[in-house]
Structures are given as C-alpha cells and as structure tokens.
C-alpha cells in the first residue's frame, strides 16, 4: 500500500517533522540580564524538555562571517541558493499582488527625513507607530503619484509595504535602504544601476522619480501634519530594498504546511509550493507596536497549534515562522525578547512537547540568524539548534552556551533540512 493511500484515509499517517524558526533568535549576553541572553535568561521548560530528548548544536544560517537578512536565511535553510531569490518579488507575492515576468518589485519601509534637500535619515521604520489606517491612508496618497510607467504600492504591516513598477525592468539597481543609523551622516541616497545596460538606468530614472515625489506628497500629507502635532515622526520618506523582475525560482516542498504571516514568510512558502495557513494580522491601532506585537504573538502560537492539530495527517512537515521574537533584537529591548520566548515556550512548545512524543514527531527550533539586543541589529553570531527526536533524557537548556556544546555541533544552513532528514 503506498503513502498516498494511508495519507487518503487518515489511518496511520502522521506528519514527521516541524520547523520551528523563531525569528532573530540567537543574542549574545547583556548587562541588562545580569550578562545572559535573553533565551539563557528566559524560563522555557518546554524547550528544554525537548532539548533534554535530543541534539543541539549551532547554525550559520548563510556562512560564518556574513550577515543574514531573514528572507536569505530562510532561502538558505531550505536548500536554495541565495541568488535565486529576491526580497521584492517574495514581499509583494506575500502581499497578494500579481506579478508577471519584468514587473519591478520592491520592498518598502516608511520612514521619516528631516528633508529632503537636508537629506538626513531621522528613523528607518517612522518610529515604529504607523498605524493600520494611516499606512493605509498614506498608500493611497502615493498610488496617485503620476510616473511614466504604472505602479502599485501596497502597504502590509506597521510600516511595512511592497512597491511593483509594470512591466519591462531591469532589476540590476542598488537599494536605498539604509541597514543601521550610525547616528550622524545618515543620508538618504538614491537607488544607482549596477550595470551599464540602458535598461537599468532607465529603471532607476523610474524609482527616483518616484521616491522624490512620494516625499512630496507623504511630506505634507494631513496624516503626517497630526502626527507632527502628536509629536510623533512623520513617514515621510520611503526605502526600498531587493529589486526584482523575476519570480524566485526555489525548491519545491509540496508536502509541508506553513504557518505564515508576514508578508515575505507567505511569499516564500507559496513560491516554495507549500500550503500556506495564515491569519489576517491583527491592526495597529495604537502607537505601543509593543502591544501590537504581542497580540500578534498570541495569534501566531494559537494558530499554529490548531493548524497542526488540523492537519497533521495530511502534511508530511510543518514549518512555522514566528516574526515578533526579531523586534526587541532591533531595539535594544532584551526583557521584552525574553517575555516573547517565554510566551512561545508557555503556549506553542507546551502543546508540541505532549503532541509529538505519541505520534512521533521530530521537532528542530532554530533562528534565521541573530539579533543581539545591544547591537541593535541582525550579526554574523551562529544561531542554537534544536533538534528533538524523542532520545534518552540528558540534561539540557536550549541556549546559546548549551548549543555551541552540542553533539550536532556546527551546521549550516543550507544543510539543516537534509541533517534532521526532513526530505
Ligand atoms: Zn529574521
Ligand atoms: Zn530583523
């Protein structure tokens, strides 16, 4: 009797594996918690049962050295290589636009200049307290702009957005994303062609023109007027990043489910050919993303778990990607990151650690990469690795330390799905 079969009638298949990356993970020891990380720190006797009943080790989610961006990190850990992948095409598929072959995708941020003939970057993401609706609003604003060629902006979450330019691009164009504020000569810059090839700069004629006249529109929009009034940043400003024309061509994983939400994470999965479970992102309504981020939390622990409830029968793998843990990374912030884990640990490891001994489910919980709080961005730090498979208990915490320690010992990334047989 073949799989399909079983998997047909629900008799005695089950799933095999879930992946569980939780974003930004890894951190390194800081003074705020008494020199620990915010995972040492954190009470999760969950993770540690599972880590108690199996391997550890330590992951360069790319290669030792380099700094990963999630979108790379996932394409990496799935076994493809990073330049057959773009961040645009991935934001703007997860956002629902339909792209064809030559349509310039981005992704955007809002965020906030002083001017622009100053030219100074005052925040990357407009403070962090974008609401829903003024995103919304201001989006709009911005799909009136005139350009020679059509374009669409979508906004996505907090600040967040994807940006398509119509048909017939180059996507040999530099970034104006800046990655970290020095704190002084944070200038804005325009995106530049990488080749001599007409097409490119013809691109790039495009995409300044569009970032000088969304500044003039964004800059004097009545949302950003009452947010000046509030004494809040205006988003004023936009920065794109991963130009692409092409859409990814990635390994396909047709057995495997994906918890999914953010728009990048959707993108993937479904260009990956998994199926996609996914929740309507709850609004920011209030200027705490904090509380936003939390409740966000709260819903992507509940549904995985009733998605794997659900479905463990008919899927081979699960991967969920949980966003909210990378936050806190990015702003120096080491007890809300520790709060986060604690809460993943409370909720969705609670529920795995009584669902997959009995059906004999392996578990990996890893990072896309690190966020150390102190350095208020993504490092080249390797990430712990967890791998359950139901083994004889030892004693165990899933941390940093432990994981550097561990019998699975040095990983990387783009071999983690074939090391814990995930195939
Ligand atoms: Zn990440
Ligand atoms: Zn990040």
Redesign the pocket.
């Known amino acids: 009797m073949n799989i399909n079969f079983y998997k047909e009638y629900n008799i005695y298949f089950c799933m095999k594996g879930i992946l569980v990356i939780l974003?930004?993970l890894g951190d390194l020891p800081n003074k705020q918690l008494n020199d620990e990380t915010p995972l040492e720190a954190a009470n999760t006797p969950n993770l540690d049962f599972l880590a108690n009943r199996g391997e550890m080790g330590y992951m360069y989610p790319i290669k030792p050295g380099y700094i990963p961006q999630?979108d790379e990190?996932v394409v990496s850990i799935f076994g493809n290589d990073l330049i057959s992948s773009t961040r645009g095409q991935l934001e703007a598929s997860g956002a629902g636009i339909k792209l064809i072959r030559g349509d310039l995708a981005l992704r955007a941020n809002f965020a906030t200049i002083d001017s622009l003939e100053k030219g100074n970057i005052l925040d990357r993401r407009a403070g962090r307290t974008l609401t829903t609706k003024e995103a919304k609003t201001l989006a709009k604003a911005l799909n009136k702009i005139k350009l020679a060629r059509e374009f669409i902006f979508k906004p996505t979450i907090q600040h967040r957005g994807a940006l398509v330019f119509r048909g017939g691009f180059s996507d040999n164009i530099s970034d104006n994303h800046v990655y970290f504020l020095k704190g002084q000569d944070d200038k804005i810059k325009l995106c530049k062609p990488l080749d001599d090839d007409e097409n490119s700069q013809y691109s790039v004629n495009i995409v300044n023109e569009f970032l000088e006249k969304a500044y003039e529109v964004l800059d004097k929009h009545p949302v950003n007027e009452k947010r000046r009034e509030k004494g809040l940043m205006p988003a004023n400003y936009i920065l794109l990043r991963g130009a692409g024309i092409e859409i990814p061509k990635l390994k396909f994983y047709r057995n495997w489910l994906s918890v999914a939400y953010m728009p990048v994470e959707i993108g993937f999965s479904k260009i990956s050919e998994m199926k996609v479970f996914s929740f309507k992102y709850p609004k920011q309504k209030k200027l705490d993303v904090y509380e936003n981020l939390y409740k966000s939390l709260k819903k992507a622990c509940k549904v995985s778990i009733k998605t794997i409830k659900r479905n463990h029968k008919k899927f081979d793998y699960a991967y969920i990607h949980i966003k909210e843990t990378?936050v806190p990374g990015h702003d120096n912030k080491p007890f809300e990151k520790k709060e986060m884990l604690e809460h993943v640990d409370q909720t969705l490891f609670n529920f795995l650690r009584k669902f997959a001994p009995q059906r004999k489910i392996n578990i990996v919980v890893t990072g896309?990469?690190s966020t150390p709080c102190k350095l208020k961005s993504h490092s080249a730090d390797p990430v712990p690795v967890l791998f359950y498979n139901d083994s004889v208990p030892k004693e165990k915490k899933f941390n940093e330390k432990e994981a550097r320690k561990g019998i699975l010992r040095k990983i990387f990334g783009h071999d983690l799905i074939k090391k814990v047989e995930f195939v």
Do not use: E, V
Request: aromatic content about 0%.
């Open positions: 974003d930004g999630s990190a990378d896309d990469h």
